[in-house]
């Protein structure tokens, strides 16, 4: 028996200590933004929040949120007005959208660590995270756009308009 904080609600779920978090979030509690990738933690596709760090579900037992916090996009907001899902928007980063889940809960994890992050360490950052599209440009740029929604550089509508940033 696992008892933990699933986007701000108790949880308790009753699975073996080591079936993976993943398959507990999706299966469990019907919550299949977290998408399963590769299995191996290597494409980031599965990544949720717990205690704030963004893990790997996919290779984290349930045993290790006992007791924790788990965020999953699901848990960001239902409206869309988080600044890093305002600057998805913005940028328009999406393309087969697979991915975009565990790109947004890591790039929040960045943001919350680094809030102005230079395009070096959003690459560093990010790197764990794999787009089958390519779209890491527009990635970096929406990281760099959710920085100045969150420092009041600009508001979510000069960004949904295009007066984000120009990187």
Not at 33 to 48: D, E, N, S
Not at 53 to 77: F, K, N
Not at 124 to 136: D, L
């Given at each position: ?68 916090e788990v965020m999953t996009i699901e848990g960001v ?91």
């Amino acid at each position: 028996m696992a008892t933990f904080s699933l986007n701000g609600e108790r949880r308790e779920i009753d699975v073996p200590d080591a079936h993976p978090l993943l398959w507990v979030l999706r299966e469990h509690f019907a919550l299949t933004g977290t998408k399963f990738g590769c299995g191996i933690g290597q494409c980031g596709a599965c990544t949720v929040h717990l205690n704030g760090q963004p893990i790997r579900s996919c290779q984290t037992p349930v045993s290790a949120a006992e007791g924790a916090e788990v965020m999953t996009i699901e848990g960001v907001t239902a409206q869309g007005t988080h600044s890093v899902q305002q600057a998805w928007i913005a940028e328009q980063v999406p393309q087969c959208g697979y991915c975009q889940s565990g790109q947004i809960m890591s790039a929040i994890a960045l943001l919350a660590a680094r809030p102005t992050p230079t395009d070096e360490e959003i690459d560093q950052f990010m790197s764990g995270n794999i787009c089958r599209c390519g779209a890491y440009n527009s990635i970096r740029r929406a990281i760099h756009t959710a920085s100045e929604i969150q420092a009041g550089q600009v508001t979510t509508d000069d960004a949904s308009a295009g007066g984000g940033s120009d990187r």
